[in-house]
């Protein structure tokens, strides 16, 4: 187990390895967008994550440029990660902020090792890359430039339109690597919107980015997710939703039913006591597992596949996304040994993460225990499985 600098101040144990190179520089900003935040900024060691296999997941590496996260929804399944840095899975997700200023140059030193294959890289499979603070640091956008300028494909999925600003760049990354966009648009429903998911932009927002990423020729779907059985799983509700997906150009749409590993659930319970009181009993039945049960599952998945067929006899199928490049036609993106400096040698990984969070396959928020992992550089598709609950598409990176 890695242990690390408490960023509360507390020294490692003597002899334990270390994630970051110097104690963390503490900020607050005096701003209403910023109020009540903290913000640890670290030099990391390292950026890049890689997915155990075990996981499952339709993607190998990861990056994370922030840790924890402002959006403050109660049901994100990234909250336990929190508690690796010796902050709680609550209040301190939500407000305490880890911020990597030097992911650009980490990254860059990363990709330019001799051993690197130029694999895709998952962005957003913790914690959004898009949140509020991004707007300053603009972290995320010194990465994208780094995965343009080597020319290693790369995905990003997120609940902002603030990736709108970068699509400069994600227009250049997909023509000359590849590149696809997600964003995740649980509900258009106004209540539920603005209870369970405080710190978000509105999702009508979250719609347009989508709209103008594809009108752009950049590959964007849309992750209806988490459906939360009782308050957004209503055909109604998945109706609009999938059909304003629809009409704005998803290359593909997804479901993930709500999901509740343990440290989400002692969040997100008192949660739903306070705001629906009459589902604490239902939850707590359909919840004794992390998973919602089969039966949910199978009829939101029926339920989605009845939006999706209503909206594709109304809008048509989605557009094909533009081919990205090969990887022959792709150059080489590493130095030899001899150019490789010091700072190439393999460092700490974070706990949690292979982009600490993602989920195992097989009865996971994704609920397909069919999929197969794609050979490599290919496009990673779901099928519906036998419960018909699992994303019938999903691109690589967007877990």
């Known amino acids: ?3 690390f600098n408490d960023l509360r101040g507390q020294p490692a144990k003597p002899g334990a390895p270390t994630l970051f ?3 963390p520089v503490t900020r607050t900003f005096d701003t209403p967008d910023f109020r009540g935040l903290t913000f640890y900024e670290v030099q990391a060691k390292s950026l890049l994550n890689r997915v155990p296999a075990a996981s499952g997941m339709p993607f190998e590496w990861t990056v994370n440029v922030y840790r924890g996260c402002s959006h403050a929804c109660g049901y994100c399944f990234a909250r336990p990660t929190h508690t690796y840095l010796n ?3 609550g209040e301190d997700f939500e407000s305490r902020i880890v911020v990597k200023v030097n992911a650009a140059e980490a990254l860059r ?20 890359p898009y949140q509020r603070c991004e707007g300053r640091y603009k972290l995320t956008r010194a990465v994208l430039e780094v995965f343009r300028d080597l020319r290693n494909p790369c995905s990003v999925l997120t609940k902002s339109p603030l990736l709108t600003r970068d699509l400069d760049l994600m227009t250049e990354l997909h023509q000359v690597a590849g590149f696809s966009a997600a964003l995740s648009i649980g509900t258009l429903d106004e209540d539920v919107w603005r209870s369970s998911e405080p710190g978000t932009p509105h999702p009508r927002a979250r719609i347009d980015a989508v709209r103008r ?13 988490p459906i939360l059985p009782g308050l957004s799983d209503h055909p109604d509700q998945l109706k609009a939703v999938v059909g304003a997906a629809a009409e704005a150009g998803a290359t593909h749409i997804s479901p993930i039913t709500l999901h509740l590993r343990p440290g989400v659930k002692e969040v997100f319970m008192p949660w739903l006591e306070r705001e629906h009181p009459e589902l604490v009993a239902s939850y707590q039945r359909m919840y004794r597992n992390s998973n919602a049960p089969k039966q949910v599952r199978e009829q939101i998945g029926t339920r989605l596949r009845a939006a999706k067929a209503a909206a594709r006899a109304e809008h048509g199928p989605p557009a094909r996304p533009p081919a990205e490049p090969s990887q022959a036609n792709r150059p080489p993106n590493s130095r030899s040994a001899e150019q490789a400096g010091p700072g190439d040698q393999p460092q700490p990984r974070e706990r949690g993460g292979p982009g600490a969070g993602v989920e195992p ?3 996971t928020e994704l609920g397909d225990e069919s999929g197969k992992r794609a050979p490599t550089g290919e496009r990673w598709r779901w099928g519906a499985g036998p419960a018909g609950s699992g994303p019938e ?5 967007l877990g």
Do not use: I, K, S, Y
Request: glycine letters at 14%.
């Open 109 to 128: 030193r990363e990709l330019r090792r001799p051993t690197w294959g130029g694999h895709h890289v998952a962005m957003g499979t913790n914690t959004d």
């Open 393 to 397: 598409q999903l691109d690589l990176g």
């Open 87 to 89: 902050f709680d899975a």
């Open 361 to 363: 396959r097989a009865g």
């Open 21 to 23: 190179d110097l104690p």
């Open 1 to 3: 187990m890695l242990t």
């Open 213 to 225: 990423l594809n009108e752009a020729g950049v590959p964007c779907g849309v992750l209806v997710a």
